[in-house]
C-alpha cells in the first residue's frame, strides 16, 4: 500500500493476517520471529495469524505499517488491513454460541 493511499483515510486500527509455512526448522523459527516482531511492536494477538494494534494517528499509523513490511518472512502470505474505530466497533465476536463484547477502544493520552 502507498504512502498516499494510507493518507487518505483516517485509520486507527491496523490489522495484521498472515499464513507463513512452518514446515522445515527455518520457516518454524521466522514465523515465531515474526509474531514477535509484532508483539513487540504493540500489537495484540485477536486470533492465532490475526493481530491487531491501535494507532492514535496517521502518522503513527504510517510508522508502524513500515515496521511490519520490515519483518516480512521470505515465505508466506501477510495481508495489512487499515481500519477506523467505527469499523472496529462494528465487529461480531462470538466464542463459541455467546456473543463477546466488543474490545474498549483504548484512550487516547494528551501531552503538553
Given amino acids: 500500500m502507498s504512502h498516499e493511499?494510507?493518507?487518505a483515510?483516517?485509520?486507527?486500527?491496523i490489522l495484521?493476517?498472515?499464513?507463513?509455512?512452518?514446515?522445515t526448522k527455518t520457516e518454524r523459527k521466522q514465523a515465531t520471529q515474526f509474531r514477535n516482531n509484532l508483539l513487540k511492536d504493540g500489537f495484540s494477538m485477536l486470533q492465532y495469524s490475526v493481530y491487531?494494534?491501535?494507532c492514535a494517528?496517521?502518522?503513527n499509523t504510517t510508522v508502524h505499517v513500515k515496521r511490519v513490511k520490515q519483518t516480512v518472512p521470505?515465505?508466506?502470505k501477510i495481508s495489512?488491513?487499515?481500519i477506523t474505530d467505527?469499523?472496529?466497533?462494528?465487529?461480531?465476536?462470538?466464542?463459541?454460541?455467546?456473543?463477546k463484547d466488543n474490545p474498549k477502544i483504548p484512550r487516547q493520552l494528551e501531552l503538553f
Wanted: net charge positive; no cysteine; glycine share 8%.
Fill in 57 to 59: 494517528s496517521l502518522q
Fill in 86 to 99: 467505527k469499523q472496529y466497533g462494528d465487529i461480531i465476536t462470538y466464542h463459541g454460541s455467546k456473543i
Fill in 9 to 13: 483515510y483516517h485509520v486507527m486500527w
Fill in 5 to 7: 493511499k494510507i493518507n
Fill in 16 to 23: 495484521v493476517f498472515f499464513d507463513l509455512p512452518v514446515i
Fill in 80 to 82: 495489512i488491513l487499515l
Fill in 74 to 76: 521470505p515465505k508466506g
Fill in 52 to 54: 491487531i494494534r491501535h
